[in-house]
T-cell receptor, first 108, second 113 residues
Framework: RKEVEQDPGPFNVPEGATVAFNCTYS??????FFWYRQDCRKEPKLLMS???SGNEDGRFTAQLNRASQYISLLIRDSKLSDSATYLC?????????FGTGTRLTIIP | DTAVSQTPKYLVTQMGNDKSIKCEQN?????MYWYKQDSKKFLKIMFS???????INETVPNRFSPKSPDKAHLNLHINSLELGDSAVYFC????????????FGPGTRLTVL
């Protein structure tokens, strides 16, 4: 079983819709979590950190549930530019462990 | 201007050859990494160096040898290339104490024929 698991998608969502991604992790010693974004044929870039209290950055909301070992990302009012692969990432033992990513395509 | 740069961007070579990929960061970070992203897009750490010292080696075959001449550079040398080495290799860096916020280079797409 992978340490960080995500539904690979693809998710095809109309512009303006709200979309939610989930991710589960198996290593309860993981200290912190993040969402990275990777555009096609580009490098991953940090999108946002994930806190137990939930955190919001504009149209993006991330949530961590340690009891269920579950992380979520919500994107509201989706834009064409949100089309990318979203990588759920755990941090522990001085390294990042990446999920396989969820591919999102926003349709005009 | 580029924060983390890698050369070359593309590398096509024959099985059995030896090749190197170079990475440089101008962010003043102390920690650098090499990742491999395979055809299924799974990104996995290979090595990390902190101030020129190896701190993570994730059971990578010893045909892969990283070298850090100074804290701004981390090169990756691969001996006796195999078909399964075909992948995109990303270099990354992070400030000391914040291993979690990593800045990635543009990647080197290696194809072994």
């Amino acid at each position: 079983r992978k340490e960080v698991e995500q539904d690979p998608g693809p998710f095809n969502v109309p512009e303006g819709a709200t979309v939610a991604f989930n991710c589960t992790y198996s290593n309860s010693a993981s200290q912190s979590f993040f969402w990275y974004r990777q555009d096609c044929r580009k490098e991953p870039k940090l999108l946002m950190s994930v806190y137990s209290s939930g955190n919001e950055d504009g149209r993006f909301t991330a949530q961590l549930n340690r009891a269920s070992q579950y992380i979520s990302l919500l994107i509201r009012d989706s834009k064409l530019s949100d089309s990318a692969t979203y990588l759920c990432v755990g941090f522990g033992n001085e390294k990042l462990t990446f999920g396989t990513g969820t591919r999102l395509t926003i349709i005009p | 201007d580029t924060a983390v740069s890698q050369t070359p961007k593309y590398l096509v070579t024959q099985m059995g050859n030896d090749k190197s990929i170079k990475c440089e960061q101008n962010l003043g970070h102390d920690t650098m990494y090499w990742y491999k992203q395979d055809s299924k897009k799974f990104l996995k750490i290979m090595f990390s160096y902190n101030n020129k010292e190896l701190i993570i080696n994730e059971t990578v075959p010893n045909r892969f040898s990283p070298k850090s001449p100074d804290k701004a550079h981390l090169n990756l040398h691969i001996n006796s290339l195999e078909l399964g080495d075909s992948a995109v290799y990303f270099c990354a860096s992070s400030p000391t104490g914040t291993y979690n916020e990593q800045f990635f280079g543009p990647g080197t797409r290696l194809t072994v024929l």
